[in-house]
């Protein structure tokens, strides 16, 4: 068992929130009970991974992306407002962790991608502001045809990526950042990367790969952001003896 508030300070200073200059609230972001024995884990506070954690019993639900972005109506109404009432309404807390999860060197998407695809860690090579959101790293063994290491991503995550083919050299360095971070290809072409993985695509991405001479494969935001938070609840629960519990919202995203 664990105090809520005592939850939220170890998780602050473990991913080194405070560092980070986010679109959203890192930490607790809907209070519920104070007491917290099981924690339930997930990509996205949806409707549907709420209503699992309560079907669960959870007393904590951990996700990666949760409420209250950048920008968005502060109103809480429609969707906002039911996924909000359902958590009060099971006294649920809600633990949220964006950025500080994504580049955490043991507990973070980056990391845990690269150990899922047997990646070394590798360089940061990500903007001015946040050189660890992009990795950089030679492949233990060039792949002569990109078709095939494009297979061995599919088969690790459960889905083919989408490939744009952006050369006919053999592959011998992929460059990551997983989510929503397509528009790093350049950084990845500028650090010499022959393929680049993200999550998403958008229609520009295209032209980027062929142009900048770089594979680019999007391996889905929520796929890609699957193992940093199951990573951060496996952690928590041996720290403080929890129950815990990853559940699938599938996202073909």
């Not at 639900?61 to 968005?72: M, Q």
């Not at 695509?201 to 001479?213: D, I, M």
């Not at 929520?222 to 403080?240: I, N, W």
């Amino acid at each position: 068992m664990v105090e809520r508030d005592q939850l939220a300070n170890y998780c602050a200073e473990l991913l080194d929130v405070s560092s980070q200059r986010d679109y959203c609230p890192n930490g607790l972001q809907v209070e519920g009970k104070s007491e917290i024995r099981k924690i339930v884990s997930g990509v996205t506070a949806s409707q549907a991974l709420v209503e699992a954690a309560v079907a669960a019993g959870a007393d904590a639900l951990l996700v990666h992306h949760g409420y209250f972005w950048k920008g968005e109506g502060q109103c809480i109404v429609g969707s906002k407002y039911r996924r909000i009432a359902s958590l009060i309404s099971a006294e649920i807390n809600l633990y949220a962790y964006h950025l500080p999860l994504d580049i955490h060197p043991q507990l973070g998407n980056n990391a845990q991608l690269a150990q899922h695809l047997g990646l070394t860690y590798g360089e940061a090579i990500g903007p001015g502001s946040n050189p660890e959101l992009v990795r950089h790293a030679e492949l233990a063994k060039a792949h002569s045809d990109i078709d095939v290491f494009t297979q061995h991503v599919g088969q690790v995550l459960a889905r083919q990526p989408l490939l744009i083919k952006g050369h006919d050299r053999p592959v011998q360095s992929v460059a990551w950042c997983t989510g929503g971070a397509q528009d790093y290809i350049e950084l990845a072409a500028a650090a010499g990367a022959d393929v680049y993985i993200s999550g998403e695509v958008s229609e520009r991405t295209f032209h980027a790969a062929k142009e900048l001479g770089i594979h680019y494969l999007a391996a889905g935001h929520h796929a890609t952001e699957r193992y940093g938070v199951q990573a951060l609840g496996a952690q928590l629960a041996k720290q403080f003896r929890l129950d815990h519990e990853f559940i699938e919202i599938d996202n073909p995203v």
